[in-house]
Each structure stands twice: as C-alpha cells, then as structure tokens.
C-alpha cells in the first residue's frame, strides 16, 4: 500500500501524524464555533414564544370583535324583522312611528347610498390616480413631499364641516350647472327630474361630489404607495428604449399598480358607504320618494339611522333601524373584503 493511500484512509479527525483517534484541537483559530448559551437560547425561544401568542391573540381579538357585531346587529334586527308589514329588501314604505305596526323597507335607502357612493367614486378615481402619478413620477422632490401632506390633511377635516361646505357653499355654484345637464340631458332618466329642485343643490350630485372630496386622501395615499415601489430597473429600461415620461407611465407604472390602485379605491368607497354626518346636512331636506335621478334628495343607510335616534326607546322601533344598519355593515365588509382582496393579490405592486 502506497503513502498517498494510507494518506485516504488516514480518519478524517485526525491530522497527518497524528495517533489514530486523535481528535482535531478544540481551541484556536481552527476551532469549532460553539453553541449559544442554553439559557440565552431558552430566553429568546420564550420571547419568540410571547410575541406569537400576543399577535395570534390580537388578531383573534378583531375577528371575534367583528363577528360579535354582526352578530348582535342580527340578534337585535330579526325581532322587528318579524312583524314588518312591508317587503324589508323592495318595499319604498318607511312608517316606524308606530311600534305595533312597523312599515319599513330599504330600497330608496340603498338607492341613494350607493348613487352618491358611485358618483364620489367617478370623481374621485381619476383624481387620485392623477394626483399619485404627478407626486411619484413628475413632481420634484421639494414639490412632492409638502404637496402629499397637503392631501393627507383632507382626511383632518370633520365630516360636519364638509357637510357645511357642501351645502351652503358647493351646492349654489353647482345650480347652472345641474339646470344645464337637466334640461340637455333630461331625456336620460339619472338626469331627469328628481324629487328635489334641480336648482337648490341638495341632491345626489352635490352629496357625490363632496364624498369624492373626503375619500380623495384614501385612494390617493393607496395610490401613491403602489406607484412609488414599481422597480427602478423596469423603468430605467423603458428609458433606455427611447419611451417617453408618459410611455413610461402607461406601460409600465400604471399596470404594475393597478391592482393597488383599484383596492385604495374600493377602500374609498367603503368609507364613502358609511358617511352619516355630511349627508345628513346635504340630503335630508326632503322627504318624498326618489325618482332615481342624481337630482333626488333623501337619506342613506347611515343618514336615517341618524335621523331617527329619536325613536331609539323601543325594542322594535330600534330594530327597524339596527336592520338597516346590518344592510349597510354587510355591504362595507364585502367592498372591504374585495379592496384588500384585490390588495393581497397584487402584494401592493407586486404582480
């Protein structure tokens, strides 16, 4: 047997001349690295261990809240529920004076909650995609910064000032304005006609405009945040390729935020949804039906509920109500439900 071979089978925790058995040194430069402090180990694994059981429980915590919600707006609404007189889902009676004989139902409620939604929602989109796209591609930093703030302060202002503005100021110098689209437009039954005059500026499109202005900060700080994290290489490459700032936009920033994009505004419209105070203001100063035109004045889910605290001292009577508030929660959760749905499946920017 050769020296290279007696070399090969020489052990491999044995250096060359050494006894056989020998184990290589434990100390020096050559030495293994040794394990942690058991106790310190043990007391990070408890740390580990504490923080888990304090998120997992928290996170329980808001489940079991929402759901404790839902189910007392349900425990609360089917007693009334039971001896409604009227269809709750078609029935445009709302008659809840008399608690042995409630009338009530929601269709004109969901009418103009969901109008002024949607015509904040028109308004505000385009806004807020426009405003996040100068603030993350065209503006200069000096510029960026303050101006971001500015629309972040939006969401500061109260809802009863809103209301004000909306109706004591907005609502005027819209009047030329709604009069021109009804009598141009009139043949088109959202701008017929509506159940208030056309020219006092307390209607849906007054409400939309002024909702539209308070979820403007929601979709835009959403927006902004997408656009901002889309990958500097994708842009430097369109670039390179000879695109221009706004090729560089539609191609690339654009579709790698869309998704952000449209769940910041389905956040939007969820809050647009649940908005009592400014509405209240806007739209309660009639009282006949709709005539399902952006002209009709009335109230929204939350808006009634509001308005009829009133009758808050009977089971019954608070029933009526409490139902249609249940309408309205399980409306908000879905739009909520798809806005981080749509979130979660574009990671923000990540498609």
Same mark, same amino acid.
């Given at each position: 047997?050769?020296?290279?071979?007696?070399?090969?089978l020489?052990?491999a925790d044995?250096e060359?001349?050494?006894p056989?058995?020998?184990s290589?040194?434990?100390s020096?430069p050559?030495a293994?690295?040794?394990?942690p402090d058991?106790f310190a180990?043990?007391k990070?694994?408890?740390g580990?261990?504490v923080?888990?059981?304090?998120?997992?429980a928290?996170g329980?915590?808001?489940?079991?809240?929402?759901?404790?919600?839902?189910?007392?707006?349900?425990?609360r609404?089917?007693?009334?529920l039971?001896?409604?007189?009227v269809?709750?889902?078609?029935s445009r009676?709302?008659?809840?004076a008399?608690?042995s004989?409630?009338?009530?139902?929601?269709?004109?409620l969901?009418?103009?909650?969901?109008a002024?939604?949607?015509v904040?929602?028109?308004?505000?989109m385009p806004?807020?995609c426009?405003?996040?796209?100068?603030?993350?591609?065209?503006?200069?930093?000096?510029?960026?910064?303050?101006?971001?703030?500015?629309?972040d302060?939006?969401?500061?202002?109260p809802?009863?000032?809103y209301?004000?503005w909306g109706?004591?100021?907005?609502?005027?110098?819209l009047k030329?304005?709604?009069v021109w689209l009804n009598e141009n437009l009139?043949?088109?039954?959202?701008?017929?006609?509506?159940?208030?005059?056309?020219d006092?500026?307390a209607?849906?499109?007054?409400?939309?405009?002024?909702l539209a202005?308070?979820?403007?900060?929601?979709i835009?700080g959403?927006s902004?945040?997408v656009?901002s994290r889309t990958?500097?290489?994708?842009?430097?490459?369109? !670039?390179? $390729? *000879?695109?221009?700032?706004? @090729?560089? =936009?539609?191609? %690339?920033v654009?579709p790698?935020?869309?998704?952000g994009?449209?769940?910041?505004?389905m !956040?939007? $419209? *969820?809050?647009?949804l649940? @908005?009592? =105070?400014?509405? %209240?203001?806007?739209?309660?100063?009639?009282?006949?039906?709709p005539?399902?035109?952006?002209?009709?004045? *009335?109230a929204t889910f939350a808006?009634?509920?509001?308005?009829g605290s009133?009758e808050f001292?009977?089971?019954l009577?608070?029933g009526?109500?409490?139902?249609?508030?249940l309408v309205?929660?399980?409306i908000?959760f879905?739009?909520?439900a798809?806005a981080r749905?749509?979130?979660?499946?574009?990671g923000k920017?990540?498609a």
């Amino acid at each position: 047997m050769t020296d290279s071979t007696r070399a090969d089978l020489r052990p491999a925790d044995t250096e060359p001349g050494a006894p056989r058995g020998a184990s290589a040194p434990s100390s020096g430069p050559e030495a293994p690295i040794s394990a942690p402090d058991t106790f310190a180990g043990k007391k990070v694994r408890i740390g580990d261990r504490v923080f888990s059981s304090v998120a997992t429980a928290s996170g329980a915590f808001v489940v079991a809240l929402i759901a404790a919600i839902g189910v007392f707006l349900l425990i609360r609404a089917v007693p009334a529920l039971q001896v409604n007189q009227v269809n709750f889902l078609f029935s445009r009676e709302w008659n809840t004076a008399n608690p042995s004989h409630l009338s009530f139902g929601i269709i004109d409620l969901a009418w103009i909650t969901v109008a002024s939604s949607i015509v904040a929602l028109a308004i505000a989109m385009p806004v807020a995609c426009g405003i996040a796209l100068f603030l993350t591609q065209y503006a200069p930093r000096t510029l960026a910064r303050p101006f971001a703030y500015i629309v972040d302060l939006l969401a500061a202002v109260p809802s009863v000032i809103y209301g004000l503005w909306g109706y004591l100021v907005l609502g005027p110098v819209l009047k030329p304005v709604a009069v021109w689209l009804n009598e141009n437009l009139g043949w088109i039954p959202i701008f017929a006609n509506g159940n208030a005059p056309t020219d006092s500026g307390a209607n849906v499109l007054t409400a939309g405009i002024v909702l539209a202005v308070m979820i403007l900060p929601t979709i835009t700080g959403v927006s902004r945040e997408v656009f901002s994290r889309t990958p500097t290489t994708q842009i430097e490459g369109a !670039l390179a $390729l *000879g695109a221009t700032q706004w @090729e560089v =936009v539609r191609t %690339t920033v654009f579709p790698f935020g869309r998704n952000g994009f449209i769940g910041g505004s389905m !956040l939007g $419209l *969820g809050r647009a949804l649940g @908005e009592t =105070v400014a509405l %209240t203001i806007i739209l309660s100063m009639s009282t006949a039906p709709p005539n399902y035109s952006v002209f009709d004045a *009335g109230a929204t889910f939350a808006s009634k509920i509001a308005l009829g605290s009133g009758e808050f001292n009977n089971n019954l009577q608070v029933g009526a109500y409490i139902s249609a508030g249940l309408v309205l929660f399980v409306i908000t959760f879905a739009v909520n439900a798809i806005a981080r749905w749509i979130e979660s499946t574009s990671g923000k920017g990540k498609a």
